[in-house]
């Protein structure tokens, strides 16, 4: 058991259930569905919901917000959640395990979802509505590859410049022509 | 002999290429600032209406416009950044290999051109930039602020009105909600003392994530005091996070004890920062 006080669990509820719990109410599953799987009622629930944020708030080392991520990208191996699965189609499983498995799928998609935003799309649904891809899955694979990629930078950064431009250029123009071209395309140098 | 070294370098062409290169970046910059000139004219009182029609609490349509005409600044920008870096920069650096060293009197005419030539276009970009983050700054402030205060005033009336209006899952008998709760809460019968769940409004729900965007909005006096303060005037922000807070704790009183740690944080924090 750890000393830290802040890492005690708020009505029986860990720091490691609380971030699976998370992850999966991201992936598509109701807050009831994830407080019958921690064994706990509604507003016990809810009141762990509201108070391990606190925590995080309290803690001016960040230590509990590193965690939450870490547990937050693990959350498919918790046990209180292997067989609790939200409903999705087949496109949407098989790209869900893709993203987890596949980094430059992954790195694809993220840098789709900057440029669906700066087109004034919501970001995360165009990757719902193309992908089947759920915004909880989504960060539990950018959990799970962040720190590979920041291996990549370090090892390669103009490598790892060059393929983002790539997607990027490649996602503007998929936007930009979907709304009949930038304003400025006619105006040339 | 040393006459040679003394030749005066004659290129007219290239002068005439400077003076043109600087007439198409100085109009290619002012279409663009038309054009966004044009967007923004057009966007603001949309973005207004939009923020203004929307139902939704967190007013994404509003959200999603203004990401989207941000986007095309942006363009606008990387599309000036990029004619910078191919019509300018490299113009530059491909004219000055052709010319005599710096060094030697010849070509100092040409040096001098060129070094004025990257200076005037430099000075135009800079009043392009500062032109376009100018209309950003007007579409993100053209909706101006959610009023919190009217939208938490809608919710106390809500709750006043059904507060007594619950009824006992076990035995029927009447049930007042003793204050607003903002997250399902175990309310206990008065008469048979069964435990039944109160379930709070969407609305009350979102009171509580907006209670301290709020607070900020009741205290923003005091931190643009502090802000205005020259040197710095430390008391005054310690007198606006401990107003902010006590209007925070006033929406959600239940908070109050987790409020004070955050507190604690923030004032060390900006303590500390202050060190630095």
């Known amino acids: ?189 | 002999m040393f006459s040679l070294f003394q030749k005066k370098y004659n290129n007219p062409a290239l002068l005439e290429k400077i003076r043109e290169t600087q007439e198409r970046w100085f109009t290619f910059l002012g279409k663009l600032e038309a054009r966004m000139e044009e967007m923004s004219t057009a966007a603001i009182p949309e973005l207004r209406d939009l923020f203004n029609q929307d139902n939704d609490p967190y007013k994404r349509a509003h959200g999603h416009m203004l990401q989207g005409l941000l986007g095309q600044i942006n363009q606008m920008r990387h599309k000036a950044n990029e004619a910078r870096e191919e019509n300018i920069f490299c113009f530059v650096s491909a004219a000055e290999a052709t010319l005599p060293a710096i060094t030697s009197n010849a070509g100092q005419e040409y040096h001098n051109a060129l070094y004025a030539f990257r200076m005037a276009c430099s000075d135009r970009y800079h009043l392009f930039d500062e032109k376009l983050n100018h209309h950003i700054t007007l579409l993100q402030k053209a909706a101006g602020e959610q009023d919190l205060e009217a939208i938490y005033r809608e919710e106390l009336t809500i709750f006043e009105n059904i507060r007594d209006k619950f009824s006992c899952k076990q035995c029927g008998g009447n049930i007042t909600i003793p204050q607003m709760f903002f997250i399902a809460t175990y309310v206990n019968c008065p008469f048979c003392k069964t435990q039944n769940t109160f379930m709070p409004s969407t609305g009350a729900q979102l009171v509580l994530h907006q209670a301290r965007s709020l607070a900020e909005q009741r205290t923003a006096h005091l931190l643009h005091a502090y802000e205005e303060s020259v040197p710095k005037n430390e008391t005054l922000y310690k007198q606006y996070l401990r107003a902010m807070f006590d209007e925070w704790n006033k929406i959600v009183p239940d908070m109050a004890g987790e409020n004070e740690k955050f507190y604690q944080r923030l004032l060390n924090d900006h303590l500390i920062n202050k060190l630095k």
């Open chain 1, 1 to 189: 058991m750890s000393e830290n006080p802040l890492l005690a669990p708020i009505h029986g509820i860990t720091l490691e259930d609380y971030s699976a719990a998370c992850a999966k109410i991201g992936s598509g599953l109701s807050e009831e569905e994830v407080a019958k799987a921690l064994g706990v009622e509604l507003p016990v629930w809810q009141e762990a919901n509201l108070l391990w944020p606190e925590r995080m708030k309290q803690d001016a080392t960040y230590h509990i917000i590193t965690l939450f991520g870490q547990y937050f990208g693990e959350a498919d191996q918790h046990p209180k959640f292997l067989n609790l699965k939200p409903a999705v189609s087949a496109e949407g499983t098989g790209n869900i395990d893709k993203i987890k498995a596949d980094k430059d799928f992954y790195q694809e998609l993220e840098v789709a979802r900057q440029v669906a935003y700066e087109y004034g799309l919501d970001g995360a649904q165009w990757i719902m509505d193309n992908y089947g891809i759920p915004v909880g899955d989504f960060q539990i694979a950018a959990s799970k590859w962040s720190d590979q990629i920041h291996q990549d930078i370090q090892a390669n950064y103009a490598g790892y410049n060059q393929q983002q431009d790539a997607y990027r250029t490649k996602y503007q123009q998929l936007f930009a022509a979907a709304q009949g071209g930038n304003l400025a395309d006619d105006i040339s140098f």
